[in-house]
């Protein structure tokens, strides 16, 4: 389970990579911008539900647990 979290956080780093190289290349609001960025806002509300949901059913602890 903490390889699935490892994952989804290169994942959402590498989306917000591409949203940058796009904020650079291109106007501030193009479709593909506004698309990498509404991925990479997805990937981590999803990737915080994941960490509530390991919490909650006993997948992983906190270290001072």
């Given at each position: 389970?903490?390889?699935?979290a490892i994952v ?18 291109g106007p501030a ?35 001072g647990a």
């Amino acid at each position: 389970m903490k390889l699935v979290a490892i994952v989804l956080l290169l994942v959402i780093l590498l989306v917000l990579g591409r949203a940058m190289l796009q904020l650079v290349r291109g106007p501030a609001g193009s479709p593909k911008l506004v698309r990498s960025l509404t991925w990479r806002v997805a990937l981590s509300v999803g990737l915080f539900a994941l960490l509530l949901l390991g919490y909650y059913f006993g997948w992983w602890r906190p270290n001072g647990a």
